[in-house]
T-cell receptor, first 115, second 115 residues
Framework: AQSVTQLDSQVPVFEEAPVELRCNYSSSVSVYLFWYVQYPNQGLQLLLKYLSGSTLVKGINGFEAEFNKSQTSFHLRKPSVHISDTAEYFCAVRHSGAGSYQLTFGKGTKLSVIP | DTEVTQTPKHLVMGMTNKKSLKCEQHMGHRAMYWYKQKAKKPPELMFVYSYEKLSINESVPSRFSPECPNSSLLNLHLHALQPEDSALYLC??????????????FGQGTRLTVV
């Protein structure tokens, strides 16, 4: 079984400041990792994913995340946030093996960008 | 085309009504999913279809009935729902059950209100 912990339920940050949204996971097998963003009254949009290779992953809208296997973390970062980044962010993990349909989500982090 | 399209966007139904949610994708994906998302919670998996066959039913009540008429379409038939079934219903698709290298794509959701 796998689980995802998003340590912060809410993160307020001033516009143009940097932000880090934390995600830790636990799994007994190798996993794929994802960050999704959900704007108010919208579906989920894939921001970025880690499957293999370079541990620093760049995504859309200027976001990046770093996979740290020893710390079982996949924190999301952006050097300078914009008002339009206000949204709910979900970290998710999936077992990398065959037939591994189960996408396990964290509880989400609400990012509020303050003008 | 990397879209998953869901209709309708909003639905209000009475507890004795019968309605259907529709989901469509044209990415050639062979796995499709229904998720339920309550306010301020992560999505919860309901059903998984693989190659038009139901693979997973996460102990969902029978008042929710999924259907996959072909590889591009996924329906969710609703009958005799309860007010607590009010939620955002999300459809997703992926290359196959392993998710491929792209992960899952989500639709914008149907906001369902049961009165």
């Amino acid at each position: 079984a796998q689980s995802v912990t998003q340590l912060d339920s809410q993160v307020p940050v001033f516009e143009e400041a940097p932000v880090e949204l934390r995600c830790n996971y636990s799994s007994s097998v190798s996993v794929y990792l994802f960050w999704y963003v959900q704007y108010p009254n919208q579906g989920l949009q894939l921001l970025l994913k880690y499957l293999s290779g370079s541990t620093l992953v760049k995504g859309i809208n200027g976001f990046e995340a770093e996979f740290n296997k020893s710390q079982t973390s996949f924190h999301l970062r952006k050097p300078s946030v914009h008002i339009s980044d206000t949204a709910e962010y979900f970290c998710a993990v999936r077992h990398s093996g065959a037939g591994s349909y189960q996408l396990t989500f964290g509880k989400g982090t609400k990012l509020s960008v303050i003008p | 085309d990397t879209e998953v399209t869901q209709t309708p966007k909003h639905l209000v139904m009475g507890m004795t009504n019968k309605k259907s949610l529709k989901c469509e994708q044209h990415m050639g994906h062979r796995a499709m999913y229904w998720y339920k998302q309550k306010a301020k919670k992560p999505p919860e998996l309901m059903f998984v279809y693989s190659y038009e066959k139901l693979s997973i039913n996460e102990s969902v009540p029978s008042r929710f009935s999924p259907e996959c008429p072909n590889s591009s379409l996924l329906n969710l038939h609703l009958h005799a729902l309860q007010p607590e079934d009010s939620a955002l219903y999300l459809c997703a698709s992926s290359q196959d059950l392993t998710g491929g290298r792209s992960g899952a794509f989500f639709g914008q959701g149907t906001r369902l209100t049961v009165v």
